[in-house]
């Protein structure tokens, strides 16, 4: 909870809200046994959010290399290749439906303002992450 106060002065230079973050960070980069820290943002209204997990992550590196990523961090992550909106538009069209739910998804909802609600999977966020479920999955390789 104490990772979570907003800041009161964001004008200033220093920063109190951030002392017990920073220390947990530099906890976490120092252990082998934890890669990460996922918490929730101060900046999301999360009753707005309905089976959403929006939330932040940081992965501090375990080792400084000057080239490459850190060799602890590869080995906890596979990923896919890499995407972005405009080139999904591209190849599948910006009115492509093939993402609508199912009925075995659980209903995640977002309201943006008084009186709207949209389903996560009809927002371009729910539309990119439905079309990377499917696509293969690979290990960085760090040479």
């Known amino acids: 909870m104490a990772c979570c ?9 220093f920063k109190p809200e951030y002392i017990v973050p920073q220390l ?4 976490v980069a120092e252990n082998k046994e934890f890669n990460g820290i996922m918490y929730p943002s101060t900046k999301v209204d999360y009753s707005k959010l309905t089976n959403v997990p929006a939330y932040n992550y940081v992965f501090p590196v375990k080792t400084n290399l000057t080239n ?3 060799e602890e961090l590869i080995k906890a992550f596979d990923i896919s290749q890499p995407t ?9 069209g910006s009115d492509d439906t093939s993402f609508m739910e199912n009925e075995n998804q659980i209903l995640r909802e977002m309201r943006f ?12 966020f729910g539309m990119i992450e439905d079309r990377l479920k499917g696509r293969p999955l690979f290990y960085i390789n760090n040479q």
């Open 5 to 13: 106060i907003t800041v009161q002065h964001k004008e200033s230079k």
């Open 24 to 27: 947990l960070l530099q906890y």
């Open 68 to 70: 490459g990523y850190c």
């Open 84 to 92: 972005s909106l405009e080139l999904e538009e591209l190849v599948f």
């Open 113 to 124: 303002f008084e009186g709207t609600s949209r389903r996560y999977n009809h927002t371009t």
